[in-house]
């Protein structure tokens, strides 16, 4: 298929339009300076990530900014460092900081015109508005994939849509094999990309636009 035959497409958030990992390597700076050794980024977000693996089966009890305090408690037990419990909810509230990727709000200007645009990701509901407000989308434009948007006909039903009409946009292999196709943005990668079930493979939101204005010539 080609990108014109979609007519939605579903967006990871925090791969694809926000800079998560620069968003959290920020974050942790005030508990990393306290760390009597080097630390590089990587190190630092590899060992972060593990600890969010290890909590994520919480996740509906935590919410998702406990999830962030907790993860930072934890990161900083595993570094044998002290936090408090406001420097962890101090680590939490920065998730209204994480940087947009610069081709992001260009990209989706461009590409909603041509799809309807969801968005996917992890926040709480009382963070959504001020969310989708940054992100210039109706709050109703935003899912938690725990929902299951592509296995709720009533949902599609109401929104004209069914699976086969989304391309998943997402900066990473993802389990949602309902969708029509899969879209994946590995930014920066070069020749160390990740294999995975993608019907495009894109470096960025901006290759994303160049390739649909390709598609259209077509």
Known sequence: MELTDYRALLINCDEVLFDRDAGIWTA????????????????ALTEYDQVVRGLYPRFSELGFS????FAHRQLAERLGLKASWEEG????????????????PGAMLYLRKFYRLLIYGDRDSADREA?????GIPSEDFL???SKPLEDRD???TNGLEPKDFLLVCGSPADLSLAGGVCLIQRGCGEHRSAGPADFDIDSMADLVTQHQRSLRR
């Open 89 to 104: 909810m101090a680590f939490a509230r920065s998730v209204y900081d994480w940087p947009l990727y610069e081709d992001a």
């Open 66 to 69: 406990g999830l962030l305090c």
């Open 155 to 157: 949902w599609l039903l």
């Open 131 to 135: 969310f989708c407000e940054r992100l």
């Open 28 to 43: 942790l700076q005030p508990l990393l300076d306290s760390y009597p050794n080097t630390l590089s980024r990587e190190q």
């Open 144 to 146: 938690s994939l725990a």
